[in-house]
C-alpha cells in the first residue's frame, strides 16, 4: 500500500518531531487546540485579604490582558502580512496534484442513493503504483528495465463511507484477481477492449486509473466517488516528513526481496522501512499477496489511531514538508484535485469512530484457469459487495434509522401491476463462472405470477455483481419502485437509466437462487466477515504471522 503515515511524537525516533515546547509554544490542551500558557500561581497568588492584595491582584489581570491584547494584535497583523505567501503556497500545494479523470468505462455503477436524512455514502479508491518512472522509484523499486513499462496498480482498496458517517468498512482486492475489464477510452483518445481475461492490477494499463475505477465498478455493482493514487517514492517522502506507524511480527523476519527485517515484537516504521512493510509479500502468513493485504490493514489501522489519539506534528517546517511531499505523491480525480476538497474528504472520514471501521480482504478462491497464480472472487464476495452497496455496517448487527428500507412507500402513485411492462435480464456471469441457467426467465415468471403479467425475460446472458431496476422516466420511477418492493429488492437498487426503453430488472450475481431478493441477517454478515479476515481499526493487539520460511 502507498500509504505514507503519522506516528505520536517521542515514539522510539523523538528527533523526528519538532519540539513541542521552547519558550515560545502555546500549551495545548488535550484536543490539540492552543490554551493559554499557565503562569505560576495564577490562582491562588497574593494575600488571602487586605486592600493591597486585591490591588496587586488587579494590576496582574490588567497586565495580563495588555500582553494577551498586544499578541492578538500581532498575530492578526502576522495573518495579514502574511495572507499572500499562504495562498500563494496553496496555490503551489494545488500544482503539486496530479489529476486524471475518475470513470473511463464504457458503463458505470449505479450512484449511492441518499438515505431519509438526505445523507449518501462515499466511496474512495485508493491506489498504490509500482511506477519506475522516476529515478527515485527506479532506486525504492529496482526494476530500472521497466522504466518505460505502464505502471501497475498492485494495491487496490475502497473505502466506503457510510451515509451518517457512523462507520467505515475498506475493502482490499488481491492484485492478481481475474476480472472483467470493461472498455475504456484513455484521455488521449486511445481506446482499451474489454477483457475477460486480465488481473485486476493490470487495469492501470488501460488508460489510467479511470479504468481501474472502472473495473471495480463493474466487479463490485458499487458507485465510486473519487480515488488516490500513490507511487514508491511518495510512501517514502510521506512517511519521512511525519514519522512512523508501529506494528507487531509473531517472530523475526527476514524478506530479502523486500528487505524487511524485524526482530520478534513491536516496532515503530518509517520511511524506506515503511515502504518495505508494505510490499512485504514473502514475510507474512503463507507468502502470498493476502498476506500483504493483512499487513496493509495493520498498517492503516494503526495509523488511524494514532490520527485520534491527537497524534501531531507541532513542528511548521515539518507540516510544510509532509503537505509538500503528500501532494506531489499524489495523484487524484479531477474532482478531488484541490488541497481545500482534500481538506473537506479528511475531515469526512475523521467523523467516524475508530471501532466503526473494519478492514476486510474480498472472500476469494483459486483461479480455475490458473489456479497457481491468481484467484477469483467467491459468491462470499458477492455478499460482501452488497453489503457494502447496501450501506450496511460491518461493525454492528443494528439497523441504522437513516436507511431507507425497502419497503417504504413510493414516492408517487404506482400503475397496476398488471400494466406494468417489465424486462427481465441475466447478469449472474462472473469472471470465473458461466451465467446461471433460467435466471431471467424464474424472475419473470415470479413477477408474472405476483400480477405483473407484462414480465417478459431477455435471454442474453451479461455480468454485473449487484442486482437492479432501471428506468427511463421519472414517469416510471414509482412503477419501479413497485417492482423493487415485490421481489424485496433495496430501494437504492432502483435507478433512472438512459440506456433502458423501460423499467428493466438485472439478476446480478449477488441473486443466484430463489425467486425473492435474500435479506442480509447479523448471521450474513459475521459469515462474510470471518471470510475476509476482518480487522476492527481499535485492535491494538493484532500481529502479523510470520511465514516459517523467512524466520531468522
Given at each position: 500500500m502507498r500509504h505514507g503515515s503519522v506516528r505520536q511524537g517521542g515514539v522510539d525516533n523523538p528527533t523526528d518531531v519538532g519540539d513541542p515546547g521552547g519558550s515560545d509554544a502555546l500549551y495545548r490542551d488535550d484536543d490539540g487546540t492552543p490554551s493559554v500558557p499557565r503562569q505560576p500561581g495564577s490562582s491562588g497568588?497574593?494575600?488571602?485579604?487586605?486592600?493591597?492584595?486585591?490591588?496587586?491582584?488587579?494590576?496582574?489581570?490588567?497586565?495580563?490582558?495588555?500582553?494577551?491584547?498586544?499578541?492578538?494584535?500581532?498575530?492578526?497583523?502576522?495573518?495579514?502580512?502574511?495572507?499572500?505567501?499562504?495562498?500563494?503556497?496553496?496555490?503551489?500545494?494545488?500544482?503539486?496534484?496530479?489529476?486524471?479523470?475518475?470513470?473511463?468505462?464504457?458503463?458505470?455503477?449505479?450512484?449511492?442513493?441518499?438515505?431519509?436524512?438526505?445523507?449518501?455514502?462515499?466511496?474512495?479508491?485508493?491506489?498504490?503504483?509500482?511506477?519506475?518512472?522516476?529515478?527515485?522509484?527506479?532506486?525504492?523499486?529496482?526494476?530500472?528495465?521497466?522504466?518505460?513499462?505502464?505502471?501497475?496498480?498492485?494495491?487496490?482498496?475502497?473505502?466506503?463511507?457510510?451515509?451518517?458517517r457512523s462507520n467505515m468498512t475498506v475493502v482490499s482486492v488481491p492484485r492478481d484477481t481475474r476480472v472483467d475489464i470493461p472498455k475504456c477510452t484513455g484521455d488521449n483518445g486511445t481506446v482499451y477492449p474489454a477483457t475477460t481475461t486480465g488481473t485486476i492490477n493490470t487495469s492501470l494499463q488501460h488508460g489510467g486509473p479511470g479504468c481501474t475505477v472502472a473495473t471495480w465498478e463493474k466487479l463490485t455493482g458499487i458507485s465510486i466517488d473519487h480515488f488516490m493514487m500513490i507511487d514508491f517514492a511518495g510512501v517514502v517522502s510521506m512517511a519521512d516528513a511525519v514519522g512512523g506507524v508501529p506494528v507487531c511480527v509473531n517472530n523475526n523476519v527476514y524478506d530479502k526481496q523486500s528487505g524487511l527485517r524485524l526482530t520478534k515484537g513491536k516496532h515503530t516504521i518509517q520511511g524506506q522501512q515503511a515502504l518495505q512493510w508494505l510490499r512485504t509479500r514473502h514475510g507474512f502468513e503463507d507468502g502470498s499477496d493476502i498476506g500483504r493485504t493483512h499487513a496493509q490493514h495493520m498498517y492503516m489501522t494503526s495509523m488511524v489511531r494514532q490520527l485520534k489519539s491527537g497524534a501531531k506534528l507541532t513542528d511548521p517546517s515539518k507540516l510544510l514538508n509532509l503537505a509538500d511531499s503528500a501532494t506531489k505523491a499524489l495523484t487524484v480525480d479531477k474532482g478531488l484535485g484541490s488541497v481545500?476538497?482534500?481538506?473537506?474528504?479528511?475531515?469526512?472520514?475523521?467523523?467516524?469512530?475508530?471501532?466503526?471501521?473494519?478492514?476486510?480482504?474480498?472472500?476469494?478462491?483459486?483461479?480455475?484457469?490458473?489456479?497457481?497464480?491468481?484467484?477469483?472472487?467467491?459468491?462470499?464476495?458477492?455478499?460482501?459487495?452488497?453489503?457494502?452497496?447496501?450501506?450496511?455496517?460491518?461493525?454492528?448487527?443494528?439497523?441504522?434509522?437513516?436507511?431507507?428500507?425497502?419497503?417504504?412507500?413510493?414516492?408517487?402513485?404506482?400503475?397496476?401491476?398488471?400494466?406494468?411492462?417489465?424486462?427481465?435480464?441475466?447478469?449472474?456471469?462472473?469472471?470465473?463462472?458461466?451465467?446461471?441457467?433460467?435466471?431471467?426467465?424464474?424472475?419473470?415468471?415470479?413477477?408474472?405470477?405476483?400480477?405483473?403479467?407484462?414480465?417478459?425475460?431477455?435471454?442474453?446472458?451479461?455480468?454485473?455483481?449487484?442486482?437492479?431496476?432501471?428506468?427511463?422516466?421519472?414517469?416510471?420511477?414509482?412503477?419501479?419502485?413497485?417492482?423493487?418492493?415485490?421481489?424485496?429488492?433495496?430501494?437504492?437498487?432502483?435507478?433512472?437509466?438512459?440506456?433502458?426503453?423501460?423499467?428493466?430488472?438485472?439478476?446480478?450475481?449477488?441473486?443466484?437462487?430463489?425467486?425473492?431478493?435474500p435479506k442480509s441477517t447479523s448471521a450474513d454478515t459475521k459469515a462474510v466477515l470471518d471470510s475476509s479476515a476482518a480487522l476492527n481499526a481499535s485492535d491494538k493487539n493484532a500481529c502479523m504471522k510470520v511465514n516459517p520460511s523467512y524466520v531468522w
Amino acid at each position: 500500500m502507498r500509504h505514507g503515515s503519522v506516528r505520536q511524537g517521542g515514539v522510539d525516533n523523538p528527533t523526528d518531531v519538532g519540539d513541542p515546547g521552547g519558550s515560545d509554544a502555546l500549551y495545548r490542551d488535550d484536543d490539540g487546540t492552543p490554551s493559554v500558557p499557565r503562569q505560576p500561581g495564577s490562582s491562588g497568588s497574593g494575600h488571602r485579604g487586605g486592600n493591597s492584595g486585591r490591588a496587586a491582584s488587579r494590576r496582574r489581570k490588567k497586565g495580563k490582558r495588555k500582553v494577551f491584547r498586544y499578541v492578538a494584535i500581532t498575530a492578526s497583523l502576522l495573518i495579514l502580512v502574511t495572507a499572500g505567501a499562504g495562498w500563494a503556497y496553496i496555490q503551489h500545494l494545488n500544482g503539486n496534484l496530479k489529476k486524471d479523470t475518475l470513470n473511463l468505462g464504457s458503463s458505470t455503477a449505479a450512484k449511492s442513493k441518499a438515505n431519509a436524512a438526505g445523507q449518501t455514502p462515499l466511496n474512495i479508491l485508493l491506489l498504490g503504483s509500482d511506477s519506475r518512472a522516476s529515478a527515485a522509484n527506479q532506486k525504492l523499486g529496482g526494476a530500472k528495465a521497466d522504466a518505460t513499462r505502464a505502471p501497475l496498480a498492485d494495491v487496490e482498496m475502497l473505502v466506503h463511507v457510510s451515509a451518517d458517517r457512523s462507520n467505515m468498512t475498506v475493502v482490499s482486492v488481491p492484485r492478481d484477481t481475474r476480472v472483467d475489464i470493461p472498455k475504456c477510452t484513455g484521455d488521449n483518445g486511445t481506446v482499451y477492449p474489454a477483457t475477460t481475461t486480465g488481473t485486476i492490477n493490470t487495469s492501470l494499463q488501460h488508460g489510467g486509473p479511470g479504468c481501474t475505477v472502472a473495473t471495480w465498478e463493474k466487479l463490485t455493482g458499487i458507485s465510486i466517488d473519487h480515488f488516490m493514487m500513490i507511487d514508491f517514492a511518495g510512501v517514502v517522502s510521506m512517511a519521512d516528513a511525519v514519522g512512523g506507524v508501529p506494528v507487531c511480527v509473531n517472530n523475526n523476519v527476514y524478506d530479502k526481496q523486500s528487505g524487511l527485517r524485524l526482530t520478534k515484537g513491536k516496532h515503530t516504521i518509517q520511511g524506506q522501512q515503511a515502504l518495505q512493510w508494505l510490499r512485504t509479500r514473502h514475510g507474512f502468513e503463507d507468502g502470498s499477496d493476502i498476506g500483504r493485504t493483512h499487513a496493509q490493514h495493520m498498517y492503516m489501522t494503526s495509523m488511524v489511531r494514532q490520527l485520534k489519539s491527537g497524534a501531531k506534528l507541532t513542528d511548521p517546517s515539518k507540516l510544510l514538508n509532509l503537505a509538500d511531499s503528500a501532494t506531489k505523491a499524489l495523484t487524484v480525480d479531477k474532482g478531488l484535485g484541490s488541497v481545500d476538497k482534500l481538506v473537506s474528504l479528511a475531515s469526512d472520514l475523521q467523523k467516524v469512530p475508530t471501532n466503526h471501521i473494519t478492514m476486510t480482504t474480498m472472500p476469494w478462491g483459486a483461479d480455475p484457469q490458473d489456479p497457481a497464480a491468481h484467484v477469483v472472487p467467491t459468491s462470499a464476495a458477492t455478499q460482501l459487495f452488497t453489503l457494502v452497496r447496501n450501506d450496511t455496517s460491518l461493525t454492528s448487527t443494528t439497523k441504522k434509522k437513516t436507511t431507507a428500507s425497502a419497503s417504504a412507500s413510493p414516492t408517487a402513485t404506482a400503475a397496476a401491476k398488471a400494466d406494468i411492462a417489465v424486462t427481465v435480464q441475466n447478469g449472474t456471469r462472473t469472471a470465473s463462472a458461466a451465467a446461471v441457467s433460467g435466471r431471467a426467465s424464474a424472475i419473470a415468471t415470479e413477477l408474472s405470477t405476483l400480477g405483473y403479467t407484462k414480465a417478459a425475460s431477455d435471454p442474453t446472458a451479461k455480468s454485473q455483481s449487484g442486482t437492479t431496476i432501471s428506468y427511463p422516466t421519472d414517469s416510471l420511477k414509482a412503477n419501479a419502485q413497485a417492482v423493487a418492493k415485490s421481489l424485496n429488492l433495496p430501494t437504492n437498487a432502483v435507478k433512472k437509466s438512459m440506456a433502458v426503453s423501460q423499467i428493466t430488472l438485472v439478476v446480478g450475481s449477488d441473486w443466484t437462487t430463489g425467486t425473492k431478493y435474500p435479506k442480509s441477517t447479523s448471521a450474513d454478515t459475521k459469515a462474510v466477515l470471518d471470510s475476509s479476515a476482518a480487522l476492527n481499526a481499535s485492535d491494538k493487539n493484532a500481529c502479523m504471522k510470520v511465514n516459517p520460511s523467512y524466520v531468522w
